[in-house]
């Protein structure tokens, strides 16, 4: 889960239409880089770990009140990655994995590639895409 809409109503989803699921919400923070954007900051913090963390709490904060809504609480985790690569490696411990069909601005969309296309053809196990 990122910040985006999309990802909100991805997260929607699945708690109304899995109520009893255990839910964790994957946040990825691209791993530091001296490429540019956010990753050049994080190549740049002492414990990168720490300043991924850091940075997830706001989208954690925004699915635990989204879950709220339905009194479901949610388990969150953090990786360092390729957003993609995280969540395929990570889908063998899930059911399914729901995803929104895209996220970020236009600019990350072009960089960084269309994630929901990448876990979609790469998931060993079903995928939900939201629109």
């Given amino acids: ?3 985006s809409e999309m990802a909100q109503k991805a997260l929607t989803y699945a708690l109304e239409n899995h109520p009893d ?11 530091p880089s001296v490429w540019g954007g956010a990753a050049t900051a994080l190549a740049l913090e ?17 699915a ?3 879950a709220a809504a339905y009194d479901v609480e949610l388990t ?8 993609a690569r995280a969540i395929v490696n990570r889908a063998d411990d899930f059911d399914v994995v729901v995803i929104g069909s895209h996220g970020g ?11 929901a296309r990448g876990v979609f053809r790469n998931s060993p196990v079903p995928v939900i895409v939201v629109r």
């Fill in 1 to 3: 889960m990122d910040d």
């Fill in 21 to 31: 699921a255990g839910i964790t919400v994957l946040h990825v923070v691209a791993g």
């Fill in 46 to 62: 002492e414990d990168v770990e720490e300043a991924a963390e850091e940075r997830a709490k706001e989208v954690f904060d925004d």
């Fill in 64 to 66: 635990r009140e989204v």
């Fill in 76 to 83: 969150t985790e953090v990786q360092l990655g390729h957003p």
């Fill in 105 to 115: 601005s236009l600019a990350d969309r072009l960089v960084v590639g269309n994630i």
